[in-house]
């Protein structure tokens, strides 16, 4: 029996923090070939057939490195799998897909763009085959994961203040977080040697200074002993 096509693909949820909007943004191509020419589409690269990875972690790499992303990763993981014979129209095909946090706000390309992550994870912004519920499910992660580890702080780049963590924090979780329970947990990074005390200050809200903690190890992340869901 001859074999039937078959598509593999790594696809990359990237995500990042606008300042100017205050909430999280996805990082979007447009596609320029079919299926769905023209429409806006997570950044995927395929890995089956002639390609020359030799892991998953080479294919996200080549992903990144790509003109599709091109953006320096504060953190990037793996989410899950999906697979079914209707998820493409061109053949039966399946997807490793990965939460990525990018820091720096950089220029896109012509063919690239933020969109709102609640606006896909919801459904309201429309993607091509499944990829509204592969941006679901990377929003979950991303939730469940911030109760009880420090991966918000990835948003926000190797210095920052306690007020800005406990925003991002806040937004991250959806709903109010108290500055005590921040400022406890920033303790216990720096306790942990996650984090130190700067010396400087930056203009916080209404132009009040504000105290900064630097990185100390970037691109690892902490588990705290208490989640916030207690």
């Known amino acids: 029996m001859p074999l039937s096509p078959y598509l593999h693909t790594v696809d990359l ?4 923090y ?3 909007s205050g909430e999280l ?5 447009k596609r320029d070939a079919e299926p769905f020419a023209g429409h806006w ?3 995927g690269v395929v890995v089956n057939g002639g390609v020359q990875d030799l892991s998953l972690k080479d294919a996200v790499e080549r992903l990144r490195a790509s003109d599709k992303v091109g953006l320096d990763l504060a953190w990037s993981e793996q989410v899950g799998t999906v697979g079914d014979a209707f998820r493409d129209p ?12 990018v820091a720096d706000e950089v220029e ?11 606006g896909v994870a919801d459904g309201s912004i429309k993607l091509p085959f499944d990829h509204n519920s592969i941006v679901a499910a990377v929003q979950e992660r991303l939730f469940s994961k911030s109760l ?9 780049g190797d210095e920052f203040s306690a007020p800005e963590a406990t ?3 806040s937004l991250v979780l959806a709903r109010p977080v108290l500055k005590t329970s921040i400022r406890q947990r920033l303790l216990k990074l720096t306790e942990a040697g996650y984090l130190r005390e700067t010396g400087r200050k930056k203009n916080g809200e209404g132009g009040r200074p504000q105290a900064t903690v630097a990185v100390l190890k970037p691109g690892e992340i902490y588990f705290f002993d208490r989640s916030f869901a207690e």
Do not use: D
């Open 13 to 16: 949820c990237v995500l990042f």
């Open 18 to 20: 606008c300042r100017a």
């Open 25 to 29: 943004k996805l990082l979007l191509n």
């Open 41 to 43: 589409a997570l950044p």
């Open 90 to 101: 061109r053949c039966w095909s399946s997807s490793t897909y990965y939460l990525a946090i």
């Open 108 to 118: 896109l390309g012509e063919h690239q763009a933020w969109f709102s992550l609640a």
């Open 148 to 156: 009880y580890s420090s991966l918000p702080l990835m948003f926000l």
């Open 167 to 169: 925003m991002i924090f």
